[in-house]
């Protein structure tokens, strides 16, 4: 691009996190169309795309965009090597003329204009959220990633965003689906985007490394398995906290502390049968990690051994100057196993004085959901964190988002795609979006208009019309209104570039868009649908295209 006489420096945009994500991750019929674009010579038409969706997944009525980093990474760095051209050239039709591959060696995406809608927003079905334009050839080649980098992402989000939601705004949310997600890209997906709808932390280091999201983790049934008994503990010195003194036998302290709690009348009949193998094991690993110590008390009996064990080995940190974490319950009734664990630490603080002890940290992991978060919201529990993962990152509720990528414009002419169903039929032309706001600070509408019309005034009434049904209308006077295209990439056209943002940022943009939401439109069950709309202009003109292009059947 050249200003004032000098070259622009185009800014140096990292490619996507899996290198993977190439321009032969494609559809075989993107490659064939742009052959028989080029060999009709329609390859560098000015052609206009939408990508949007249909229908919210999991019966709700939002959806949060993911993926857009991704795809300007993507097209930022598009280029058809030497060494995929080779494969092309063996994989196409020996028909295919050499003048095609030259041609394809030479295309990067500095024709091609990105707008997009902020990552991170809460959307909604058929407003676009990304438009493409570029010459046809070029744009083809980027539909399918383009649909492969936002579909997953868009739909882990919206389902870390609902799990968000019933768990509610104090629980803390842990990702821990590395071991279930379909495959490793799969997996680092989930906990970025989980991450953006809303989860605190992902056990998944390597995603922890990638995109700096917090890390937990401590340790599963197996540790706890491998100890037969306290003598295994060779290494018992713990230094205090304050660092002044140590302690020189730190098991014999857990045995004085789990000797005094079954000396305690209230709990002598729960506290009676502890495991010393699970015993062995918390204390080790509470020398391992004094500072971090949360131990996994339902290896053997939650009540009757993994309570006493964890609060023997708590009591005794505390004597040192440590504060244990807490507690994970990874089996049985988590709504009853949490309260009760609840009135033991309640009990001891009580007991022997100590401070806080009855607020330890309670997590619950073992196959949740959604519904398992609201039928323990409904039985009452005591659970402060929720580690989820298989439900999250395989969406198993909802295998695919199904977000689409239609020709609306080309050569400055509207297309419009037509369907015996409804829902199918693409709005034409190149749009601009808005989203109107109103007194209370809901948004109200989504709206969609032709390029060249006058944007929605605050203050001002606009009609709102769906797109397909003339009887559904409503005016509106907007107290706020929001443009939702940016441009992520001006390509060459002197554009200014609306600059990616940090995942934090993204986080806290999808942590906003969602308590703005009215709550109707975010319940679990029956939510009232948002509304998304066309202005009267763009609805006539939706209505005469799709006359003049339907084909008039002749009955005999």
Known sequence: MEINGEMEQRPVIDGPTNPVVSSLLSDMYQFTM???????????????FDLFFRKNPFGGEYTVFGGLGECIHFIANFKITEDEISFLRS??????????????????????????????????????????????????????????LINYASLVATNAARHRFVAGKSKTLLEFGLRRAQGPDGAISASKYSYIGGFDATSNVLAGKLFGIPLRGTHSHAFVSSFMSPDEITAKTLPHSNGSDSCDDFVSLVQTWLSKLQSVESFRGSFSETSQSELAAFTSYALAFPNNFLALVDTYDVIRSGLPNFCAVALALHDLGYKANGIRLDSGDLAYLSVEARKFFCAIEKEFQIPSFGRMAITASNDLNEETLDALNKQG????????GTHLVTCYAQAALGCVFKLVEINDQPRIKLSEDVTKVSIPCKKRCYRLYGREGYPLVD???????PPPKVAERILCRHPFNESKRAYVVPQQVEELLKCYWPGNSGKEREPLPTLEKIREKCINHLNQMRPDHMRRLNPTPYKVSVSAQLYDFIHLLWLSEAPVGELQ
């Open 34 to 48: 742009a052959y028989a674009y080029w060999k009709a010579g329609k390859h560098l038409e000015r052609a206009v």
């Open 91 to 148: 994989t196409l039709p020996s028909s295919c003329e050499d003048g095609f591959f030259d041609y394809l060696r030479g295309i990067d995406c500095s024709d091609v204009e990105v707008y997009a809608i902020s990552e991170g927003s809460v959307v909604f079905p058929r407003i676009p959220l990304m438009r493409v334009e570029g010459p046809i050839a070029v744009v083809q080649l980027l539909e399918t990633p383009f649909l492969n």
């Open 381 to 388: 529990h005591e659970v402060n964190a929720f580690g989820i």
């Open 447 to 453: 709206i969609m208009t032709g390029e060249n019309e």
